[in-house]
């Protein structure tokens, strides 16, 4: 079948960063697959696309910032008529729900977040029919799923958007050397919900309490709050807080760490916890989204409850003064990681959710109904052709 996989962005965020994965299976079923961009915004994906040979489109390309409108969007569907519209992300879920029922196209739905804006989760509560099912990147996530958007347990499978590597290098474990530097460091958008304010002032309760240590801080991504958190780092005579932007390889990030620190107010499934657990480093997290379930407290990492600057500088230093307790958690969280995301595991999942997607469009063209949800609050886009 001809898939149009339509996405907000190529942004390079946790959506985008499992595409060549995700569509290297759907072809490897016989697929042809395209992405679709509403947006190029920083188009940090670009390359892994192009890296792993998949086709990729962007509706509307003039302003990096600007979405491509509705009807944009669906004059390009219109023209590239697939058999089956993947969607991810909210604005490009309604966009392909809206669009698949004017022109009669079957939709399935990623669900990424555990966290919708209000708008959002009402607008997707009210469309929610009119995806044939939809897709959670995590156990988590498919139980929030079920409840934020009353999306039955039948129509929500799970596809885990990590597939872990045995093979991948690790990190070296800290060694206590008097003269080393820790290196602690975390991956993700600078922006309010990543809550990297809360590292940058941990840096400044360290400094306070063992200003002999040597311990740097890396924060890995771009967004709005550059800026902020520059003038946050500087302001605290932060020379031991490094920006280094956008990661185009995280993996090779993670094995320059001794410790990932992942603040987040909310998460998913957090891929960058896993690329780090699997490079063999120490967590220390957050207890949100799926987190909690990857994470054992004190075996594997370490959740952060309370999630204050102290509480993270006191964890630090703790595993600073420990290499021993600094290095038997990483192994275990790598040992963790690489059962639990086995390529066969993952990767059977996988092709149950896309043979799912192969009877939705043979039961599709066999169906005169298709689907007709009369209770959306978007009828009125139905008859446009």
Request: aromatic share 8%; hydrophobic share 45%.
């Amino acid at each position: 079948m001809r898939i149009l996989y339509l996405i907000n962005s190529l942004n390079g965020g946790g959506a985008e960063r499992p595409l060549p994965a995700v569509i290297g299976l759907m072809r490897a079923c016989g697929h042809s697959v395209r992405v679709v961009a509403l947006a190029r915004k920083a188009g940090n994906a670009i390359a892994w696309l192009e890296a792993a040979g998949i086709d990729y489109h962007i509706v509307d390309d003039r302003d990096p910032e600007r979405f491509a409108s509705l009807w944009q969007t669906m004059a390009y569907v219109r023209a590239n008529r697939p058999d089956l519209l993947w969607t991810s992300l909210t604005r490009a879920t309604l966009f392909g729900q809206l669009i698949g029922r004017a022109l009669g196209i079957p939709v399935a739905s990623w669900q990424h977040s555990a966290f919708l804006k209000p708008a959002n989760r009402f607008l997707l509560r009210r469309t929610r029919n009119m995806s044939a099912f939809w897709v959670a990147d995590s156990d988590f996530v498919a139980r929030v799923t079920q409840r934020q958007l009353a999306v039955p347990p039948e129509r929500i499978c799970t596809w885990p958007l990590f597939e872990a590597n045995a093979a991948a290098p690790v990190a070296t474990p800290w060694q206590g050397k008097k003269d080393a530097v820790f290196h602690i460091g975390s991956l993700g958008r600078l922006e309010p919900e990543k809550n990297m304010e809360l590292p940058i002032r941990a840096m400044a309760v360290i400094r306070e309490r063992m200003p002999e240590a040597r311990i740097r801080l890396s924060l890995c991504g771009s967004g709005s709050q550059m800026a902020h958190l520059k003038a946050l780092a500087a302001g605290q005579g932060g020379a031991d807080i490094n920006f280094e932007g956008f990661q185009p390889d995280p993996l090779a990030f993670c094995r320059r760490l001794h410790v990932y620190v992942q603040p987040s107010h909310f998460e998913g499934l957090c891929i960058a916890v896993h690329e780090a657990m699997q490079a063999g480093l120490p967590v220390i997290a957050t207890p949100v989204g799926a987190i909690p379930d990857i994470i054992r407290d004190g075996q594997s990492g370490f959740l952060l409850a309370p999630p204050t600057p102290e509480a993270l500088a006191e964890r630090i230093l703790h595993l600073y003064t420990n290499p021993g307790l600094c290095a038997r958690t990483g192994q275990q969280a790598r040992a963790e990681i690489l059962e639990r995301y086995a390529k066969d595991r993952i990767e059977t999942m996988a092709r149950t959710v896309i043979h799912r997607a192969e009877r939705l469009v043979q039961a599709w063209h066999h169906s005169p109904a298709r689907g007709d949800d009369t209770s959306s609050p978007f009828r009125w886009v139905w008859k446009i052709r």
